[in-house]
């Protein structure tokens, strides 16, 4: 059994504050991250919800202090399951940082960047693959490897290099899954889902996508896959810009319902975890504040969607020895911690390995390795560490941020026999259907 669905989840209203439920105990200080590498009261839950009341109370300014210990939160929510009072904490920073993101002043060249990114392309998925475009044109003129070259000799900023040795290799992917494309199910067909493509997803990890429609028509599942769906708007929302992220949310409300699908199945973490909170993102629209809630009502997880079917047992023994290491946005905000953990055991010859910490993030928290590198490089040596006492073969874990960051740390630290991999690309391979990337690292 999984825990309780999470309290705002499935779009109970937002209260107004939500600080009062705060009691101060502080049982929550040893689950968080920041805390736990920078040792300060202000870089914790507990001094993080004081800073929010004395700005409420006209206390503090928000440029300053406010600001910076509210971007310093990773938002993994691993004090959220540790506070007995259930203070939504991803709220209160959510809307912390929406008064920051509407108060403060930035360059003008960051602000113009940003609203270009937060505002154009993300919602656009025409435009975000031509970004994506650029960049493997970038790869392949072999561009990447100058800039590397000048980042090692010091000659371009650290936070730029820190960025760029982010990017993964866009190469050999496959190709993203096509917005309006219908994929029949293997046999008769046991129910009609609708596919979250999302944005950076569909672009760096298509494969997994692939894996995860091969599963599901292995399962009896006809997958359609909406024409007019945009990214879930997890990252605006994670940032404050909570207006696009309505806007982009209602849109992602009408190509589902026009779907006409049973459930809406969503293989990212982080996206789910922001899907299923529309009805709270929405919950002061007239006209969307009860869509939102049905919508949200109908998001799973791929691994309880399967859990809950339940899935066929894999046919195929893979001796393989795997540790699962539980996506912040799936363990913290969904609750999900069994169902991923359940597949993966049902796999002839596998064997489960458990990380010593696998509730603990790794540092990826969306774009926090870009706007946090150092801090965020830091909370990944612990993951990294974890996982070499371990001993896998293979890391399993499911939000592409994860699956990212880890393949860096794994990289960093010479463990190139080691491999990450999406639950659905081990799922997919014990059914006999293995895609072409399993194999190589996200990276
Ligand atoms: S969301 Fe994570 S980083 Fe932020 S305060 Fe909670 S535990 Fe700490
Ligand atoms: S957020 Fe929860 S656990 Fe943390 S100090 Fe407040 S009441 Fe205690």
């Known amino acids: ?35 736990i590498e920078l040792g300060k009261e202000a870089d914790s839950p507990r001094g993080r919800i004081y800073l929010m009341q004395a700005q409420q109370r006209g206390r503090l300014p928000v440029a300053g202090s406010f600001a910076q210990h509210i971007s310093a939160c990773l938002d993994c929510r691993a004090c959220e399951s540790a506070c ?29 960047l940003r609203r270009y990114v937060f505002g154009w392309v993300f919602p656009s998925p025409r ?23 000048l980042a090692s000799l010091k000659l371009i900023p650290s936070r730029l290099a820190g960025m760029e040795r982010l990017l993964p290799d866009l190469g050999g992917r496959a190709a993203p899954i096509e917005l309006g494309a219908v994929f029949r199910s293997a046999g008769p067909t046991r129910r009609r889902v609708g596919l979250v493509t999302g944005c950076v997803m569909n672009e760096i990890f298509a494969g997994i996508h692939r894996a995860t429609i091969r599963v599901l028509q292995r399962n009896g ?7 007019s769906q945009v990214c879930c ?22 190509a589902f319902e026009q779907a006409g699908v049973s459930a809406v199945i969503v293989n990212a973490a982080g996206c789910g975890a922001k ?25 799973v997880d791929i691994s309880e ?75 990944l040596e612990r993951k990294i560490e974890d996982i070499e006492q371990c001993g896998p073969e293979v890391v399993a874990t499911g939000n592409p941020g994860c699956l990212l960051q880890i393949a860096h740390g794994l990289r960093m630290a010479h463990l190139h026999h080691i491999q990450v991999m999406h639950p659905m690309e081990i799922l997919d391979r014990a059914y006999g259907s293995a895609s072409s990337e399993n194999g190589r690292n996200p990276g």
């Open 84 to 112: 007995p009072s259930g203070v939504p904490y991803g709220e209160l920073v959510e809307q912390a940082r929406e008064i920051v993101e509407q108060q403060l002043e930035r360059p003008l060249l960051v602000e113009a």
């Open 233 to 254: 708007a997890a990252l605006h929302a994670h940032a404050g810009i909570t207006a696009t992220a309505q806007e982009m949310a209602k849109r992602n409300i009408q």
């Open 275 to 299: 899907l299923k909170e529309y009805g709270a993102l929405l919950a002061r629209d007239p006209e969307y504040s009860s869509r939102a809630r049905s919508f949200s009502q109908g998001v």
């Open 221 to 227: 599942c006809e997958i359609v896959v909406p024409s």
């Open 305 to 379: 969607f399967l859990d809950g079917l339940p899935a066929l047992s894999p046919p195929d023994r893979l001796e393989l020895k795997i540790a699962y290491d539980d996506p912040c946005h799936l363990l913290h905000a969904q609750r999900i911690a069994q169902a991923p953990r359940r597949l993966l055991q049902q796999i002839p010859g596998l064997k489960l390995l458990e990380l010593q910490n696998p509730d603990q993030c790794c540092g990826s928290a969306g774009i926090y390795n870009i706007t946090h590198p150092e801090l965020s490089m830091r909370i």
């Open 1 to 35: 059994m999984e825990t309780p669905p999470h309290p705002h989840q499935a779009g109970s209203a937002v209260p107004a504050d939500l600080t009062p439920q705060c009691v101060h105990c502080g049982l929550c200080l040893q689950a968080c991250p920041t805390y």
């Open 127 to 149: 435009l975000l693959r031509f970004h994506f475009h650029l960049l493997r044109l970038y790869q392949r003129l072999g561009l990447q490897a100058l800039v590397r070259r």
